[in-house]
């Protein structure tokens, strides 16, 4: 799958699929346009996780930045793509 790599947080909420890093993930996160947020399990689909705790996890003092995070954006929601293969 081809991935955008994202610049910025605007007004509306953006559609598609974006590499991010883990401090953009979090804006996201907090955009008032996002309805929710999942990520993507082999064989299971797609679990959602909870916003606020994400959040927590994703803070600067938590750990360095994490990047090449990707993700697809869609209807307000972010699904995290491939979440096992940041490990490689």
Do not use: W
């Not at 797609?46 to 959040?55: H, V």
């Not at 793509?81 to 940041?86: A, E, I, M, R, S």
């Amino acid at each position: 799958m081809q991935y955008d790599v994202f610049k910025e947080v605007l007004p509306v909420f953006p559609m598609g699929r974006y590499l991010v890093n883990s401090f953009q993930l979090r804006n996201l996160i907090q955009h008032e346009g996002c309805k929710g947020v999942a990520t993507r399990i082999l064989h299971v689909g797609t679990i959602l996780l909870d916003k606020e705790d994400l959040c927590a996890r994703l803070a600067s003092d938590c750990h360095p930045r994490l990047d090449d995070i990707k993700i697809t954006c869609l209807d307000g929601e972010i699904i995290i793509d491939n979440p096992d293969l940041g490990c490689q």
